[in-house]
């Protein structure tokens, strides 16, 4: 199957600073990306869907300016936590696909550690 | 809100056995999605089932699916201990714009 990278693989940070999480699909160009938090011993929560070139759709009850989202190129979407606090540590996971026939590709996941 | 309802929420079983995992999901799909997650690690897609089929497999893997009940389930053969992990199912509104929706997971554990 396609494959997806994400980087870091883990991020430890201090409150108040900001955090950029990259998404990358490495065989395939990916239309269409979406980013999902996951908390310990939970699912898998979609956060937002983003499209080439167009602006993110988040879901209800996710700040799109605390978790900006870029989908500049057909390869590489990155999501940034803005000014992070504890309880945005979680386990950020992304997915990609090239057209809304096919399955979504997942990310290893991005551990983020607030202090 | 999570669309995906899944039972039990943990499954302890010997090497050796069958494990099932059941799925139930309120709206219309397109197709139902079962992944599998090791502690802490990405997903990785299992199998996929669409909305017009009723029983796929793969491997050691079966999954069954029941519109008229909106259910959905996934049978896992002669387990073996490295099959411990989260199972997750995704439902595919057809609503949704194909934006998946997972269910709680099922935490398998097989005893060696």
């Known amino acids: 199957g396609a494959v997806v990278s994400q980087h870091p693989s883990w991020v430890i940070c201090k409150s108040g600073t900001s955090v950029k999480i990259e998404c990358r699909s490495l065989d395939f160009q990916a239309t269409t990306m979406f980013w999902y938090r996951q908390f310990p011993k939970q699912s898998l929560m979609l956060m937002a869907t983003?499209?080439?070139?167009?602006?993110?759709?988040?879901e209800q009850g996710v700040e799109k300016d605390k978790f900006l989202i870029n989908h500049a190129s057909l390869t590489l979407s990155t999501l940034t936590v803005t000014s992070a606090h504890p309880e945005d540590s979680s386990f950020y996971i992304c997915?990609?696909?090239?057209?809304?026939?096919?399955?979504?590709?997942f990310g290893p996941g991005t551990r983020l550690t607030v202090l | 809100s999570q669309q995906g309802e899944e039972d039990p929420q943990a499954l302890s079983i010997q090497e050796g056995e069958n494990a099932t995992m059941n799925c139930s999901y309120k709206t219309s799909i397109n197709n139902l999605q079962w992944y599998r997650q090791n502690s802490g690690r990405g997903l990785v897609h299992l199998i996929l089932i669409r909305s017009n089929e009723r029983e796929k497999h793969s491997g050691r893997l079966r999954v069954t699916l029941d519109t008229s009940k909106k259910s959905s389930s996934l049978l896992i053969t002669a387990s073996r201990a490295a099959d411990t992990a989260s199972y997750f199912c995704a439902t595919d509104p057809q609503t949704s714009g194909s934006r998946l929706t997972f269910g709680e997971g099922t935490q398998l554990t097989v005893n060696p």
């Open positions: 997915s990609a696909r090239d057209s809304p026939s096919t399955e979504q590709f």
């Open positions: 983003s499209n080439e070139g167009s602006k993110a759709t988040y």
